[in-house]
C-alpha cells in the first residue's frame, strides 16, 4: 500500500434508484455471476484504506459483501448522492475520502492516486474526474474536512452535488483517456455489453 492511499477511504455510493433497469437496485445487479458492486470493490478496495458502501435499501444483502455499510435514508427524501457524500465524509477514518458508483465495473486501477495527485499539484480540497463528456461528479476526491460544508449544504435545500462542488476548493481531473473505464452501466444493453467485454479479457 502506498503513503497516498493510506491516507484515503473509500466509498462507493450505491443509492440510485436504477430507473432505467427497471428499478433494480444497480449495486446487487448481476454482472458475470457476481454482484455488480463486487467488481467495483475488487478494483477499488486495493487503492484506499478503508472501504464502505453508502446504500438506502438491501442494506443486509450488502453487509455480506462489505464490512462497513452507511445507511443513506436522506437520499429517498430527493436529497441524492450529495446525502450519501456526507454520510461518507462523517464516517471517513482517514484525512481523504475517495468516492465511486457502485456501477462501474473496469473502473482504473489508478484512479484515487491520479485524482490525489492533481489535488495536491491544485492545493485543493476537491478534485473530480473530467472527461469529454464533462465532469464525471461521482468520481472524486475530497478532503474530509468539508464534511460540515457537505451538511449544511443539504441543510440548505442544496441538491445539486456539482453545483456544491464549484463552491469549493476544487480541481478538474482530465481523465478523458480513461472515458470506457469510467463507463456506468445504466441499461439491459450495457450490461450485455460489459458482460461481453469481460468474456474477452
Not at 475520502?97 to 473496469?106: E, G, K, M, R, T
Not at 460544508?149 to 476544487?170: D, I
Request: overall charge neutral.
Amino acid at each position: 500500500m502506498t503513503l497516498s492511499s493510506q491516507a484515503v477511504a473509500g466509498c462507493i455510493l450505491a443509492g440510485g434508484r436504477g430507473s432505467r433497469l427497471g428499478g433494480l437496485d444497480k449495486g446487487l445487479v448481476e454482472l458475470a455471476g457476481r454482484p455488480l458492486v463486487a467488481h467495483v470493490m475488487a478494483r477499488f478496495a486495493p487503492q484506499v484504506r478503508a472501504l464502505a458502501i453508502s446504500a438506502n435499501r438491501n442494506l443486509e444483502s450488502y453487509r455480506t459483501l462489505a464490512t462497513t455499510v452507511l445507511p443513506d435514508a436522506a437520499s429517498d427524501d430527493g436529497a441524492g448522492p450529495l446525502a450519501g457524500i456526507a454520510t461518507a465524509l462523517a464516517w471517513c477514518p482517514a484525512p481523504l475520502l475517495a468516492i465511486v458508483p457502485c456501477d462501474s465495473p473496469f473502473l482504473p486501477l489508478h484512479l484515487v492516486a491520479t485524482l490525489e495527485a492533481a489535488r495536491r499539484r491544485a492545493g485543493a480540497t476537491l478534485a473530480v474526474a473530467r472527461t469529454a463528456d464533462g465532469l464525471q461528479p461521482m468520481f472524486a476526491l475530497l478532503a474530509t474536512e468539508l464534511v460540515d460544508a457537505a451538511r449544511s449544504a443539504l441543510l440548505a435545500g442544496e441538491r445539486k452535488v456539482e453545483r456544491w462542488y464549484r463552491q469549493q476548493a476544487l480541481v478538474e481531473v482530465d481523465l478523458d483517456a480513461e472515458r470506457a473505464a469510467l463507463a456506468n452501466l445504466n441499461t439491459p444493453q450495457d450490461l450485455v455489453a460489459a458482460s461481453q467485454r469481460l468474456a474477452a479479457a
